[in-house]
């Protein structure tokens, strides 16, 4: 069976369907009647030469074909809007449904991977559909006429003789196609890994260019590509024993069906019956001789999409409904007991309690793998804490409801192959160009701006090529400014600015979201010295809480760190 939301993509078009179907037996009729018409013409000829009536059956038999031809058409151009809506309807509803799913699941699963299931799916509806309605039952519908026919015309042994070289064929069809399908599910493995390499080999092309390895990569795709190839010579070799065996069974039918009618009655059979009977048959083997690939191509489809229905089933999604539920973060943000875990079991975050008061600003700070950046993405619902809760304004939140209203900017700036405008402007979609502008100034881009011809409306190039990685973040912020969270996470998400321009960037937050609770991590300790509350890490635990000064006066960790940083600023004033 298929699912049900591939079956609901087709239902709003029931009609097209009904009328396509209504076409496919009018086209079969005509079709069928073809032999009848055809020897009678022949046996008329024999016996009139050309005669007013053979003429006339000639022309009846020219529009006949005619007809068929014509109804075949009309049936695919009446079918094709069917096939394109449940196409777009199939792919919006998968890349929905992938948008819901946790970050947990995308980190197991490659986006080019992805992406080439959805495509693959989107055609496979296609085949499912076209192939199964208007090939393989009419396959098996013209070999039943034909039986019918020649039961009336000949004797019902001539019928039996095709009703036997039918399932023989059908027998030998599908011993065949199970056979393919585990062929073809290893060689769509192979062809997924060769997507990933590839996908996986352009996102870091400047990681390839800066080592020189783009051999490295060729050899990494010339692997995939010899699995893909085996993959692909197995498939095609069985391919290949599939057609001859079935095409020995339709030719033996052909030849024994033939000898059946000449031998059967106790008249000579006319010139005229001996070719309907041949037009018969070979009307009915016609469609069952390809009926083999087609079944293959079906049930390959097939595959396809339960594929894609597997993945979309292997994590319940969150309702569309969560992330336009505001939540209003009146009191405090607190987490108990976060704990984080990698696969292998090594401890990220260990056990951490935190408060985070509405309208403050809360700096994370400490040293390289001190576990920042996991506590952080704990609280705003990107990964889920193995032990521990995150309560808001003291009742327990799911993550996807924290990921509904905190906003998260990394220090790798999410950016789409788009203008500026439009990556600024994709928080808040209904925002007017005034709007916009005043988040881009606010951010500092202003500069940015006036040095291309195109200002704001300038395209900004895959994963934002055309920018300076400071001109990144700041649209990055400008896109936050614009469209801000009861909790804002900014993590590294000014890294490439200048220290002046990184503390006048986050002031401007502070200031235009003034009811918002602020999650800071910087290396640059001289930004965040205001900030109302500092939690210095080390090893996965907070071990110090405070403000600056505090944390001076104590003399540990963010001491230790202070100067450090000082001393690194000192050299950089003086080099």
């Given at each position: 069976m298929l699912p049900p939301w591939i079956l609901a993509a087709l239902k709003p078009a029931c009609g097209r369907v009904a009328s396509a179907l209504s076409l496919l037996l009018l086209e079969k009729a005509i079709y069928s009647a073809l032999p009848l018409v055809f020897g009678a013409l022949i046996n008329l000829f024999v016996a009139d030469q050309l005669s007013p009536g053979?003429?006339?059956?000639?022309?009846?038999?020219?529009?006949?074909?005619?007809?068929?031809?014509?109804?075949?058409?009309?049936?695919?151009?009446?079918?094709?809007?069917?096939?394109?809506?449940?196409?777009?309807?199939?792919?919006?509803?998968?890349?929905?449904?992938?948008?819901?799913?946790?970050?947990?699941?995308?980190?197991?699963?490659?986006?080019?991977?992805?992406?080439?299931l959805i495509s693959r799916a989107a055609w496979s509806l296609e085949s499912v559909f076209s192939v199964g309605l208007f090939d393989i039952v009419p396959a098996i519908l013209q070999v039943l006429i034909a039986m019918g026919i020649l039961a009336v015309a000949v004797d019902w042994q001539t019928s039996a003789v095709l009703l036997l070289m039918a399932a023989g064929y059908a027998a030998v069809t599908l011993r065949a196609v199970n056979k393919q399908q585990g062929l073809y599910r290893r060689r769509l493995d192979a062809d997924s890994h060769i997507n990933a390499i590839v996908g996986d080999s352009l996102f870091n092309r400047d990681l390839v260019a800066a080592y020189g390895n783009a051999n490295e990569e060729a050899r990494r795709l010339s692997?995939?590509?010899?699995?893909?190839?085996?993959?692909?010579?197995?498939?095609?070799?069985?391919?290949?024993?599939?057609?001859?065996?079935?095409?020995?069974?339709?030719?033996?039918?052909?030849?024994?069906?033939?000898?059946?009618?000449?031998?059967?009655?106790?008249?000579?059979?006319?010139?005229?019956?001996?070719?309907?009977?041949?037009?018969?048959?070979?009307?009915?083997?016609?469609?069952?001789?390809?009926?083999?690939?087609?079944?293959?191509?079906?049930?390959?489809?097939?595959?396809?999409?339960?594929?894609?229905?597997?993945?979309?089933?292997?994590?319940?999604?969150?309702?569309?409904?969560?992330?336009?539920?505001?939540?209003?973060?009146?009191?405090?943000?607190?987490?108990?007991?976060?704990?984080?875990?990698?696969r292998a079991g090594?401890?990220?975050?260990?056990?951490?309690?935190?408060?985070?008061?509405?309208?403050?600003?809360?700096?994370?700070?400490?040293?390289?793998?001190?576990?920042?950046?996991?506590?952080?993405?704990?609280?705003?619902?990107?990964s889920e804490p193995a032990a521990g809760e995150i309560l808001w304004d003291g009742v327990p939140i799911a993550p996807n409801a924290l990921r509904a209203n905190s906003l998260y900017v990394s220090q790798t700036p999410a950016l789409f192959n788009d203008?500026?405008?439009?990556?600024?402007?994709?928080g808040k979609l209904d925002a007017s160009d005034g709007d916009a502008m005043r988040a881009a100034l606010e951010a500092r881009l202003g500069e940015s701006f006036q040095t291309r011809p195109d200002g704001i409306e300038s395209p900004a190039g895959e994963a934002g090529v055309n920018l300076s990685g400071g001109e990144r973040q700041r649209v990055c912020i400008a896109r936050a400014l614009l469209a801000p969270r009861p909790l804002m996470i900014l993590d590294e998400a000014t890294s490439q600015l200048d220290s002046v321009t990184e503390r006048a960037v986050i002031a401007n937050l502070h200031a235009a979201v003034t009811d918002a609770t602020f999650v800071v991590i910087t290396h640059r300790l001289e930004t965040i010295t205001e900030a109302d509350q500092i939690l210095y890490m080390e090893a996965g635990s907070i071990r110090e809480t405070g403000s600056h000064e505090m944390l001076l006066r104590l003399g540990g960790g963010y001491a230790a760190l202070w100067a450090a940083r000082r001393r690194e600023m000192a050299s950089d004033a003086e080099g």
């Open positions: 053979v003429l006339l059956l000639l022309v009846g038999y020219g529009i006949a074909g005619f007809l068929v031809v014509a109804a075949e058409q009309v049936r695919e151009l009446a079918f094709l809007p069917v096939i394109q809506r449940a196409q777009r309807r199939l792919v919006s509803s998968a890349l929905v449904e992938l948008h819901a799913k946790s970050p947990e699941f995308h980190a197991g699963h490659a986006s080019p991977a992805l992406t080439r692997v995939g590509q010899d699995a893909l190839e085996r993959a692909w010579t197995l498939q095609k070799r069985q391919q290949a024993t599939m057609r001859i065996w079935p095409t020995l069974i339709v030719q033996s039918g052909i030849v024994l069906i033939l000898l059946a009618t000449m031998l059967s009655g106790d008249e000579p059979v006319t010139a005229g019956e001996l070719v309907m009977v041949n037009m018969l048959v070979m009307n009915a083997f016609a469609p069952l001789q390809s009926v083999g690939l087609l079944y293959t191509a079906f049930m390959q489809s097939f595959t396809d999409l339960r594929a894609l229905d597997h993945v979309l089933a292997q994590e319940t999604t969150a309702p569309p409904s969560a992330a336009r539920a505001p939540l209003v973060l009146r009191t405090h943000l607190e987490g108990k007991g976060l704990t984080a875990t990698t090594a401890r990220l975050v260990d056990h951490v309690d935190l408060t985070l008061p509405t309208g403050t600003i809360t700096a994370v700070v400490g040293p390289s793998g001190a576990g920042k950046s996991t506590l952080v993405r704990l609280i705003a619902g990107l203008t500026l405008l439009y990556n600024i402007r994709y």
